[in-house]
């Protein structure tokens, strides 16, 4: 496997997609052949054309470090999924993983090295030459500062920085914009420790959330996703487990809006509210406290409820009463991270949090120091400050940067430091902000292409490996620093070696050798280890002081928050078109950035949604469209990152306004870390824009598109209870119903028809489903669903084929507590309205039941859709695949990455979810060659396949021991608007809340 | 490594000198069906005179929807040894011989060269179309390359025999009693 890589050659005959070639026959029969077949020079040994081969490597999107396996298609990779035997991700993958192959083909990477030239543009350069005058400045500015700046880098090729830069005299430091600097602080006051421990969310039996965004952008996503919904789902881990997760922060972030309850406490005043509950924990005895917690006794006496009540704002038998249920649960779990820790006082959040975790004996079981996460080592954003401060007093001759983009998060600040460096380099696989402002650029492979590791938390160590060849002439930046090293062999080699010292030897297990220790952790995609826990003592904390922010001044000001996007985040998703397309999952707003603003706010303001709202902080000022939401505090507004480019390539330069900009000059706060909520005012322009949004409504108005259930409801259901009343058909059409059903039955007796088929079907559990969108990425990956840009989705021609409709869940004030998240998808009726009306039969029943659309039928009627109750057929506008078209979806090298098994449609066809049918007639395939039948689990559906709560189950209904026939006949299983007798193959699993009257109306 | 396919092992008795078909001397490949390829390759010297089976060179054909095309190294496999016109019936011709040594010569450049030659494709379906190769094959047997591509061991230039067209796919799917859902090839 491992030096097959550079004879992989990309073979662009095979696996044609489109419409091959188009030229007119003149001469009789068949195309005309004009297409070439360049045979290979010498045959891949692990390529078979026509099959898939997976390598398994590890995702670098962010510094979680899941394991990914890459499927291979005549030397493209076309689908990422995650590693089922990464402890990570366990197989699962989020949607910014999956947009990785859209960074590979990316039509915007630097293709080659390049150099400033004397008139202050780049021009082309060879690596001879690129990598002498690198070394040229090296040595001019050895003892004159040398600065390498990574992206948070536990690696291996971090190691081998450090080690050069000892080698020259430079020093590293590690750049996260949305750092955990806060976290690391409140660690080392509370623990004497200052690193970031370990998680588990799958054994809590209540979780507690301050501010941490654990679902989409806390620490490690994926995997705390999977843990959270076996605590949280209504029968995930064990039989209605259905742990509580209370949210508080000022809005409702993708993780909010899973929660049970929302408390909006005021902002900043988290900690008090986590030292109020362990006062009540204490007080009341309703835990078996640790001894040395008496210590606390005294400094928890200053924070009862009814002292601090009307600080936080809310109601002191709130808290109480949540102090009761955390301690009761008798396995609860606070975590503080996001918003609550990006305040001034955001370290003695975390401190305040660690408490309430101590005193309930959460630390050391649930909280595991010892397995650290690889956050827990980057420097602070204090540290960071500091690199400015020498960068603009010249202390700073030679700065190289790798896997960060300061210029983006740091406007103004970074970019004027930087402009006091003598020579700088950047390795940036884009030309990004922080690039374009460098002398030199020596590109990066992007992680696919190249080998490496990371070592997301203390006993992983995940590999790396190239999945295909480089698509551009860049080079590995690990190479390039062995040259300047003065060292012989390629970062291969030393990444391999120090691979090779990983075994574990003794206990009598035959030794392998290193070589083949080396293979075979590459085929499961990493070094698995388990880090023995550290038990931690809570330190004297009887200095403390926990002070409430103070009320914010002005009338005409107002705090803004600055958040990072759930699939943006700070910004590195922006070039990434499927990630821009993808609606975010709390506003449902695509390829723009918003300002969130409560409706009382925003009648007081006389704002509407879209118009636009100049936020101006003391650092800098910028402009975003009003979104009116309820999930936001009245005295907040909330704006997120990610938007705002002045660079980084055609899908994000130019978009939307840049959030970071309010942020702007400033200086590290007493912890060590960045102020993300600033005072700014609020002023309206009078221009208004309309929002790109796929929300039709943010109410569900009792339709029964979604079904709720309190949980003590579901406890009492029975196997054969069904609540909803689904296939329900008024009287008066019974006998034309029963009519239908007489003709269908006899039709299914003729031709391909007769027999025993399966009939596929889906059931998706509203309890694990979280919103989080990777399964809507995972359908564009799969089904060369077309992007079709800012301009068409404004006017409602997106492609999604799984759209994920959000509906607010609300208390009885009519205050949003949370959100049910449904992925609406084509139901793939039995009796489905579509069909019947298309004039040509392109929509036609499938013998295994599904809706099947043969596109070189369809003329574009567009009947169908407009008969579909559910509005998930997709109509193409325009020929997406046209090259340099217009609204050219996969421009080179983009193409690269499309699925050679999937048709890419054109202009004038519909389109909608096949169920993955490509998939389906693979397993059909594969099971006909090995003379057996399929198998349940066989057919993985992409949904299915990266969705991180396991909510989606595919497979036969026909097959009574399937899992999905077994989860169809669940008391909580219903079809979306049953009543209209569609008979849809989908079966949706009721959400269940803790709360008893659920309200959606 | 070239795994050899099932095919080798159900491919037909190597027949006797005597009763071997012997590819014809094609004096003048201009009046040959089929569109001109880079290199002369006479697939009824390799399938038909010697017996080569399909899927020795289209090596995928039984485990794949693509049949594959055999890489420079799966020829030069015989050609490094095998320099052409050495054949039992062209042996006595000089001109010929020549001829074929020719087209050898140009194989063995192409690989010296690393210059594969751009054969032009003739079987293509339009990209709305899938067909597994394998599913075929399972169902018909290895010698089951002749219904689609007809008599290839006897062609000196490949040509396209059937329309490739859906009423004729439809039509020996009728006939079988097997599967005729769009789905099926449409996805």
Redesign the interface.
């Known amino acids: 496997m491992t030096d097959s890589i550079n004879r992989r050659r990309f073979l662009k005959?095979?696996?044609?997609?489109?419409?091959?070639?188009a030229a007119v026959s003149a001469c009789g029969?068949?195309?005309e052949?004009?297409?070439?077949?360049?045979?290979?020079?010498?045959?891949p040994?692990d390529q078979?054309?026509?099959?898939a081969t997976y390598y398994a490597t590890t995702c670098r999107e962010c510094a979680a470090g899941c394991g990914v396996v890459a499927r291979v298609r005549e030397g493209r990779a076309v689908k990422l999924e995650g590693n089922p035997e990464s402890p990570i991700n366990r197989g699962r993958l989020c949607a910014r993983g999956q947009a990785a192959i859209q960074g590979l083909y990316n039509p915007d990477r630097v293709p080659h090295p390049m150099v400033r030239n004397a008139s202050g543009t780049f021009e082309a350069i060879d690596w001879d030459g690129a990598i002498q005058r690198l070394s040229a400045k090296v040595a001019e500015a050895r003892g004159k500062g040398i600065v390498f700046v990574t992206g948070t880098d536990v690696s291996t090729f971090g190691d081998l920085v450090d080690e050069w830069l000892k080698q020259v005299g430079g020093r590293r430091y590690s750049y996260e914009p949305f750092g955990f600097d806060a976290l690391r602080a409140g660690n080392r006051t509370t623990f004497g420790t200052g690193s970031v421990p370990s998680y588990d969310f799958a054994n809590a039996k209540y979780v507690l959330s301050f501010g941490a965004d654990f679902l989409d952008t806390w620490l490690s996503p994926v995997e705390f996703q999977n843990g959270f919904t076996d605590a949280h789902a209504f029968d995930g881990g064990r039989p209605a487990a259905m742990a509580k997760f209370v949210y508080v922060g000022p809005r409702l972030s993708l993780t909010g809006m899973n929660a049970d309850e929302w408390i909006a406490a005021r902002p900043g005043t988290e900690g008090i509210l986590a030292l109020a509950m362990a006062q009540v924990i204490l007080s009341q005895h309703l835990a078996r406290v640790p001894a040395d917690a008496s210590r606390l006794v005294a400094l928890l006496s200053g924070y009862a409820p009814r002292a601090v009540a009307t600080a936080i704002g809310i109601e002191q038998e709130t808290i109480v009463r949540l102090a009761r249920e955390f301690a009761r649960s008798g396995g609860g779990l606070a975590v503080a991270g996001g918003m609550a820790t990006q305040y001034a006082n955001g370290a003695e959040v975390v401190a305040a949090v660690n408490i309430l975790n101590y005193v309930t004996g959460a630390v050391g079981s649930l909280v595991k120091f010892g397995a650290d996460m690889a956050f827990g080592t980057a420097s602070t954003f204090g540290d960071f400050v500091t690199l400015q401060d020498d960068m603009k007093a010249g202390r700073v001759a030679l700065l190289l940067m790798h896997g960060a983009n300061p210029a983006h998060s740091l406007p103004g600040a970074f970019e004027e430091a930087l402009g006091k460096v003598a020579y700088k380099v950047s390795f940036s696989s884009y030309m990004d902000e922080t690039a374009a402002a460098c002398d030199l650029i020596l590109p990066d492979h992007h992680p696919l292409e190249q080998w490496g590791d990371s070592r997301p938390r203390a006993g992983v160590t995940a590999f790396q490996q190239p999945v295909v060849q480089p698509v551009f002439d860049t080079r590995q930046t690990g190479d390039v620093i062995l040259r300047l090293a003065g060292r012989t062999g390629t970062f291969k080699d030393y990444v391999q070696g120090k691979w090779g010292g990983l075994q574990t030897r003794g206990r009598g297990a035959a030794a392998n050798t290193a070589d083949q220790f080396v293979f075979d952790s590459l085929a499961k995609g990493g070094v698995y280890g388990e880090a023995p826990s550290r038990p931690v003592r809570l330190a004297d904390v009887s200095k403390l002081t926990f002070a409430a922010p103070a009320a914010s001044a002005a009338a005409s000001q107002q705090q803004v928050i600055v958040f990072p996007h759930p699939v943006l985040h700070d910004g590195r998703g922006a070039n990434k078109p499927w990630l821009q397309e993808l609606p975010d999952p709390v506003s449902k707003i695509a390829w723009h950035s918003w300002v969130e603003v409560h409706p009382d706010t925003a009648a007081k303001w006389g704002v509407a949604t879209g118009d636009f709202l100049v936020l101006g902080s003391p650092f800098g000022a910028e402009k975003f469209p009003a979104w009116i939401t309820r999930s936001v505090r009245p005295d907040v507004l909330a704006v997120p990152t990610g938007q705002g480019h002045t660079a980084y390539g055609r899908y994000a330069k130019d978009r939307s306004a840049n959030a970071f900009a309010l942020l702007g000059k400033q200086q590290a706060n007493a912890y060590g870390g960045r102020d993300f909520l600033v005072t700014a005012t609020a002023r309206k322009t009078g221009e208004h824009r309309k929002i790109v949004t796929t929300e039709g409504s943010p109410r569900e108005r009792g339709l029964g598109t979604v079904e709720v259930l309190g949980v003590a409801r579901a406890k009492s259901l029975r196997p054969n209870d069904h609540p909803f009343h689904f296939e329900e058909t008024p009287e008066y059409a019974s006998p034309a119903v029963e009519w239908w059903s007489e003709q269908q039955r006899e039709k299914t007796e003729l031709?391909?028809y007769k027999g025993e088929h399966p009939r596929w079907g889906l059931a998706i559990d509203l309890s694990k489903c979280t919103g989080c969108a990777a399964c809507v990425t995972a359908c564009y990956a799969e089904n060369n669903i077309a992007t079709v840009g800012e301009d068409l989705m404004q006017r409602g021609r997106e492609m999604s084929w799984m759209r994920l409709e959000r509906y607010w869940l609300t208390d009885d004030k009519g205050e949003p507590q949370g959100a049910v998240n449904s992925p609406m998808l084509c139901q793939q009726c039995g009796n489905a309205p579509c069909e019947p009306v298309c004039p040509v039969f392109a929509a036609?029943h499938?013998?295994?039941g599904?809706n099947?659309q043969?596109?070189?039928?369809c003329v574009g009627t567009r009947y169908c859709s407009n008969n579909c109750p559910y509005k998930v057929r997709y109509f193409n506008w325009y020929n997406y695949a046209e090259r340099d078209g217009k609204y050219e979806a996969w421009p080179e090298p983009l193409s690269m990455l499309l699925n050679p098994?999937?048709?890419?449609r054109e202009k004038g066809v519909m389109e909608k979810c096949?169920f993955c049918?490509?998939r389906i007639?693979g397993a059909q395939?594969q099971a006909?060659?090995e003379d057996r039948s399929v198998r349940d689990g066989d057919i993985v559906t992409a949904c299915q396949q990266t969705c991180p709560s396991e909510a989606i189950v595919f497979g036969d209904l026909n097959d009574r021991r399937s899992r999905v026939s077994q989860l169809a006949t669940n008391p909580r299983g219903y079809h979306v608007l049953a009543g209209l007798n569609t008979k849809p193959a989908i079966t949706y699993l009721a959400r269940v809340v803790a709360q008893e009257t659920p309200g959606h109306g | 490594m070239l795994a050899l396919p099932p095919a080798v092992v159900y491919g037909q008795q190597a027949p006797t000198a005597s009763q071997r078909y012997q590819a014809p001397i094609v004096k003048d490949s201009g009046n040959l069906k089929g569109p001109r390829q880079p290199i002369f390759f006479r697939h009824d010297i390799h399938a038909g005179e010697f017996q080569i089976p399909c899927m020795y060179c289209h090596y995928s054909a039984a485990v794949s929807s693509e049949p594959g095309i055999p890489s420079l190294q799966t020829c030069m496999g015989c050609h490094l040894y095998v320099a052409g016109g050495t054949r039992g019936g062209v042996k006595a011709d000089t001109a010929a011989v020549r001829a074929e040594k020719a087209q050898v010569q140009q194989l063995r450049n192409g690989s010296r060269d690393r210059k594969p030659p751009e054969w032009t494709r003739i079987h293509a379906l339009p990209g709305f179309v899938r067909f597994p190769h394998m599913r075929h094959i399972k169902a018909l047997g290895p010698g089951a390359c002749i219904n689609c591509h007809g008599d290839v061991q006897g062609m000196a230039q490949v040509y396209q025999v059937s329309t490739l067209r859906m009423g004729w796919c439809v039509r020996c799917h009728v006939e079988r009693k097997v599967t005729r859902d769009c789905t099926v090839c449409h996805y």
């Open positions: 005959v095979l696996g044609v997609t489109g419409a091959g070639a029969i068949g195309p052949p004009t297409e070439r077949l360049i045979p290979y020079l010498v045959q040994e078979i054309p026509g099959k031709g391909n036609y499938t013998p295994d599904l099947g043969v596109y070189n039928r098994d999937v048709t890419v096949t049918v490509q007639r395939n006909r060659l």
